[in-house]
């Protein structure tokens, strides 16, 4: 599976919102400093994961956004899925019906596993975890 950067950075920044986010929320230009990641990017990554409810923004002087759940409860797969849409690493028809020859391929069953490998690592991992990952890494 090869993740553009929207989910790279959507994520990226997603650690930083929730590691400086103690009090009050965080603005886009000192994410996107801390980060590295142009500014009109990254609100256009933000916007999505708005919509998908996981951040939630405050405007006037102290306004940014924070975390709209705890890290714990944000999935990495659900943070990915906002961002990137499916992220299937194998775009195969046999495995949802729609291929004519679905019923004697060889490979639907390898797709399938490969598909379903990839979801179940990104569904059971948080947010939560790869701060954690962060840390260790920090002095």
Do not use: F
């Not at 069953?109 to 948080?126: A, C, F, H, P, S």
Request: proline share 1%.
């Amino acid at each position: 599976m090869k993740l553009s950067t929207k989910g790279k950075y959507g994520l990226r920044a997603l650690v930083d919102l929730s590691v400086h986010c103690q009090d009050e929320a965080v603005s886009i230009s000192s994410i996107a400093q801390r980060q590295e990641i142009s500014e009109g990017y990254l609100e256009q990554l933000m916007a999505k994961l708005k919509k998908a409810g996981i951040v939630v923004s405050t405007r006037g002087a102290k306004g940014g956004y924070s975390l709209a759940i705890p890290a714990g409860d944000i999935m990495v797969g659900d943070v990915l899925r906002a961002l990137e849409g499916n992220i299937d690493p194998i775009d195969c028809a046999g495995i949802y019906g729609e291929c004519a020859g679905a019923d004697s391929c060889v490979t639907k069953y390898l797709w399938q596993q490969i598909n379903d490998g990839v979801n179940k690592i990104v569904n059971e991992m948080t947010l939560q975890s790869l701060i954690d990952e962060s840390a260790k890494g920090a002095c």
